[in-house]
């Protein structure tokens, strides 16, 4: 079992095939060898123990990158949670202290799935990570450093969508980048409003522009911020989650405190899918409290 953020999450059982010893003979009239059977039933059993303890390497270098030790602000209540669909993937949150008074974070998902996209996920987040630990002020320096990572050590058409910000407490003021990321929800007084993408995703483009938005917080206030595992999750007919039903999900539970809020969504998605969600399920929820101590 693995604890993050509040929320207990199950490590997924795997299953090894047994394969009997002898060599594997194709049958008469099959044409060439398979070369599969060139090897032993046991050398194949090795190599694939040896392949899942590769993927559980992975998986743990993975979760020890989400964030542990989260900065007190005495204005916001904040969690995330990142429930990966396979052994690795690609949706990542991040939470940085950005000084007295200030927090950073982020919500991202490099396409694709497994190693591949775990690998260029964690060198993607340590990017994030270290730049956002400087405490830089200007966002597009570390945003176009990372759209450059990508560009130079991703495959060909692989990127990332990000939302990165950061909270300024003293003055309730939330600035941030959306790089063609699912638009976070902010739920004001009972009224949403959708934080949609301000620049294009990380990863494409060359001549990449970052631009800025910044909203303010209320007392009360609750932000919600999620990967399209969320809201493309599909039920046995296929109908997706969808922002509406996220919505409603987040009107009817803002007495919540926010890591119960997280488990709350996780398991309404997981009853639509009937326990069967297909992609990652990743969701950081922070909430403007009504007073500082």
């Given at each position: ?164 910000a950061e909270y300024d407490e003293r003055r309730r003021r939330l600035r941030y980048v959306n790089c ?114």
């Amino acid at each position: 079992m693995q604890a993050i953020q509040g929320i207990t999450l199950q490590k997924p059982d795997w299953v090894v095939f047994e394969v009997p010893e002898g060599r594997w003979e194709p049958e008469m009239g099959e044409g060439p060898q398979d070369p599969a059977a060139q090897f032993t039933g046991a050398q194949l059993l090795s190599a694939g123990q040896q392949a899942i303890q590769d993927l559980e390497d992975v998986r743990q270098v993975s979760a020890r990158l989400f964030p542990r030790d989260l900065p007190r602000l005495a204005s916001l209540a904040y969690a995330g949670v990142c429930i990966e669909a396979r052994q690795a993937g690609g949706d990542f949150y991040d939470f940085f202290d950005r000084g007295p008074h200030r927090l950073g974070f982020a919500v991202g998902d490099v396409s694709g799935k497994g190693v591949a996209s775990a690998l260029l996920r964690a060198a993607l987040q340590a990017s994030l990570r270290t730049l956002g630990w400087m405490g830089v002020d200007d966002f597009k320096r570390p945003l176009t450093l990372a759209n450059r990572l990508l560009l130079e050590r991703a495959p060909e058409a692989m990127y990332a969508s990000l939302f990165f910000a950061e909270y300024d407490e003293r003055r309730r003021r939330l600035r941030y980048v959306n790089c063609g990321h699912p638009a976070p929800l902010l739920l004001h007084d009972e009224r949403a409003v959708w934080l949609h993408p301000t620049t294009a995703v990380l990863g494409l483009f060359q001549d990449w522009q970052c631009s800025i938005a910044e909203v303010h917080f209320q007392p009360g206030d609750t932000l919600l911020l999620y990967t399209d595992g969320i809201t493309e999750a599909p039920d046995a007919v296929g109908e997706e989650f969808g922002q509406e039903r996220l919505l409603a999900l987040l009107k009817a539970n803002t007495h919540m405190p926010v890591s119960m809020l997280l488990q709350e969504c996780v398991g309404d998605v997981r009853r639509f899918t009937q326990g069967n969600p297909c992609d990652d399920l990743t969701l950081v929820a922070l909430r403007c409290l009504a007073e500082e101590s």
